[in-house]
């Protein structure tokens, strides 16, 4: 799917970058191929405009904060986060043209992310609770840029079939092939999903599942946010939760923003963060090796049954499904998915 010729889905929220990388000034991201500059305003409040001055087209990413507005670096014109030039330092004393603006976008911060949509929202940002939990540790684990369509690494997050290939040298079990099933309930925002999957549980994740045992169990009750963002929800034996946050950022066609957050119903003495970090770094690799081999450009027929394990696939065709319903709801009849 190309994410660009898609113009409804420049009507979601997408998490752009931690809020903490605005503290050092104006920062850039592309967005659906849009160039943006994401920023903090005097009040804290963020943001997000086209990534180009109306006076003479310089990128606004590499301008300065001036007294708590966003100042062009090329001849120092002001603009608020409306988007609004409410200076120009060449002349103090004329009136500022009402054209003189940049366009703005939508822009909220939540779990610690600068949020972004192009236009007018369909749906609010992905609804997590433990993101708002004391029972719960919050880990920053992964933000980094991967060469992949957004649509591949949402399939994959729920594609229980890759599991024994992939991630054979972690938890995969390479000699059961078969998928575990998926219960399945749609959502106005996407899906509900449950599926419990047996895993190899060698030395290095006894601490992740808190299960001595070689072999174990994930309960897992995944969700899909429409369009690119899911959460990972794992139950071990043990009672530990481990819920993973991720979001598959549409930078342009062919590359993603990956965002990853990780919550845990334990403490740092039962698993030390690095620990964390360093298993699901080892997970995520595999998937990402796989991913960048993919073609984001692949059709997607909600038909086609090609894939053998599709018939398992219930979220993949679930989703591809919602998607191309949302594409012909708004007029998009030329679907490239
Ligand atoms: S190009 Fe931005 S102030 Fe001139
Ligand atoms: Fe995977």
Redesign the pocket.
């Known amino acids: 799917m190309l994410v660009t010729k898609q113009k409804v889905l420049r009507r979601f929220w997408y998490a752009t970058m931690p809020v903490s990388h605005l503290d050092a000034g104006p920062q850039a991201f592309t967005l659906l191929g849009e160039k943006l500059v994401v920023w903090k305003d005097g009040e804290g409040r963020l943001g997000a405009m086209r990534d180009r001055c109306c006076h003479r087209t310089a990128q606004l990413s590499r301008g300065f904060y001036d007294r708590g507005n966003l100042a062009c670096g090329y001849h120092g014109w002001v603009y608020d986060r409306t988007g609004r030039c409410v200076s120009i330092p060449q002349q103090p004393e004329t009136a500022i043209p009402s054209g003189a603006r940049v366009e703005a976008f939508y822009c909220e911060e939540r779990y610690g992310y600068a949020w972004v949509a192009l236009e007018d929202p369909l749906l609010p940002v992905p609804d997590v609770p433990e993101g708002f939990d004391a029972n719960f540790r919050r880990i920053e684990q992964f933000y980094e840029k991967w060469h992949c369509g957004a649509l591949r690494m949402m399939e ?2 729920f ?1 229980n079939a ?2 024994s290939f ?2 054979k040298a972690t938890f ?1 079990q390479f000699n059961q092939p078969v998928p575990s099933k998926y219960e399945l309930w749609p959502t106005d925002w996407g899906f509900d999903s449950e599926t419990i999957v047996p895993v190899n549980n060698p030395p290095a994740a006894v601490r992740i599942t808190g299960d001595p045992s070689p072999v174990t169990t994930r309960h897992l009750r995944n969700k899909w946010f429409m369009p690119f963002s899911r959460v990972f929800h794992a139950t071990y034996p043990t009672g530990i939760q481990h819920i993973i946050f991720n979001c598959a950022t549409p930078i342009d066609d062919h590359s993603i923003q990956l965002v990853q957050l990780l919550f845990r119903n334990d403490g740092e003495t039962d698993c030390p963060t690095q620990a964390l970090i360093d298993w699901d770094r080892a ?2 690799d ?2 990402r090796a ?1 991913l960048e081999a993919t073609d984001a450009d692949a059709a997607v027929d909600t038909r086609r049954r090609v894939e053998f394990h599709m018939a398992s696939d219930k979220p993949g065709l679930l989703m591809r499904r919602k998607l191309m319903e949302l594409f012909e709801q708004h007029g998009e009849a030329e679907v490239h998915a």
């Open positions: 994959n997050s594609d890759h599991f992939v991630h995969g997970i995520i595999e998937d796989i």
